[in-house]
């Protein structure tokens, strides 16, 4: 019950607008009650009149009847209005909480996630906690004092006509909806689970299609998406079930009430104590009373699916993030100077580290490249550069102020980026370009294409800059949304360039002349850059070679190579490897053999 109390804390702010949709509701309740039973009364009271022939006053209860209905109709209206008003900007506001809890953990806490999980938190779990106002606040805020009002009516008759109707409103309000909440629990958090599995899951799967067809799996996945579609419908199934059984339970409740009540009544209308036009009119509200509660129900039962749905947001927002941003917004460097001092880094406590003992000193201005193995520990040098993980030893400082000193949007608004797996959006290329600079201009953007040798590629589109880039860049090659990356970050124009693996998917010619041209064009910003491959490192200041998350060796490409160390061999073997893709791709030697060659 605690996530309860703490989404009521979150609904404060729209505490006008619920109780405002509240009053509205039961007043279009009462009225509704009102005039069901004014009008059993009035027809049987003429009726009667009719066949005594006397006359009697009609104008009064028909007046009372009419407003009765003008109200209930404007009150539907009205209730509809403001509890849907009061529920968007509840979601509105929801989606906004839940989104600013959600930015602080990416990327450390986040990868454990998956996309459509996340997704349907964000979408699907925030929708759900709208059903607490909707199908469970409201419903049982409006049925208590229609309650106690229907108890007062009744009591002027008689104590026992007020128990009956009493003991079944009682079943109806709070017995069946407990015994459905207690039934409904269950497949209510499975149902809450099972989507955001089956989300998850689809997404994955449409993501992951070309893989999936390649390797024959599509049909596994195919049978894994229904075995998760057939457990959702099962748990659907057995909470239509339920509302099914309270539906008719409390149909039952109102016609046991309303039978009894006519026994009761009959004998007093023979004796006189009752007047014959109240029976029917007594009927009537009983029958009309069991609208405040008949949404008890379902509102019992959707209490496991909103509590599971709230479980799972707050389980994100009470996540603490990996790395506090309480540095001083204010703190901006003067200076570009980069330097880690003993640092050291393990992804998880229970993990070894993955950065051990590293002293690194870039000096502003320099070009600097950091080579090494798969797995060396290049990438993470970056996360640490940009406090997307903490560092676990030692200190890193930018212009002589530690990191944590500064705010993080202050720390990386320092950096333009290229990583190593660029995320273009599903937007034009200009769009994704404007990404780093909204207000950059026309030319400015021609520029950074040139800069990123992507102008001949855009001139051939038809539309230009103004081509879509496809979901994550698809419909681009690779080397194509890589260079859109690079123009993206040049655009940027921060002090600090890092580009992870920047020629990926480019050749070797074509990256070669990249890398020149982005070198006559750098000026004073300073370059780190990772690399797997050896293009461009004639071009850096200085190179930093990486083994099991150490430096093992560091200098200028001919000191290196001098040397006859780990980078010399490396170096040896690559332009090897280079020669041969170049020769494969001048059709000069079959693939196979110009790798045959190599190895
Ligand atoms: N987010 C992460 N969570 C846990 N472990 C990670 C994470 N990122 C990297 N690692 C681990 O840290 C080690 C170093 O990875 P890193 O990506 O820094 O290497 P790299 O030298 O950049 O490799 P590559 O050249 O293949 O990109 C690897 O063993 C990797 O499995």
Redesign the pocket.
Known sequence: MKPLWRLLGLFRPYAGWMLLGILVSLVTLLANVALMAMSGWFISAMALAGVAGVSMNYFTPAAVIRACAILRTGGRYGERLLTHEATFRLLAQLRGWFYTHLEPLAPARL?HYRGGDLLSRIRADIDTLDHLYLRILLPVAVAIPALLVFMLFLYQYSPRLLLVELLFLLLAGFVVPWLVMVAGRQPGQEKVQLSAEMRATAVDTVQGLGELLVYGAAERQARELNRLSESLVASQQRLSHLSGFSQGAVGLCANLALWLMVVILIPWVNAGTVPPADLAMLALFTLASFEAVAPLPLAFQSLGETLAAAGRIFAIVDTEPAVSDSGDPDLTPDRFDIDFQGVALR??SD?AP?LRDIDLRIAAGSKVAVV?A???????LI?LLLRFWPVSAGTITLGGHALEHYSLEGLRSQFAVVP?QPHLFHTTIRQNLLLARPEATEDELVAACRRAQLDDFIQQLPEGLDTIAGETGLKLSGGQARRIAIARALLKDAPVLIMDEPTEGIDVAAGARLMQTLFDTLGQRTLLM?S?SMTGLELMDRIIV?EEGRIIEQGTLSELRARGGRFARLYASSRTMDAALDRERAGQVPAETARADHS
Do not use: E, F, L, R
């Not at 798969?374 to 993470?380: D, F, L, M, R």
């Open positions: 990868q992804y998880s993990a993955v090494g798969t797995g060396s520990g290049k990438s993470s996360n190593q990772i797997h990486m």
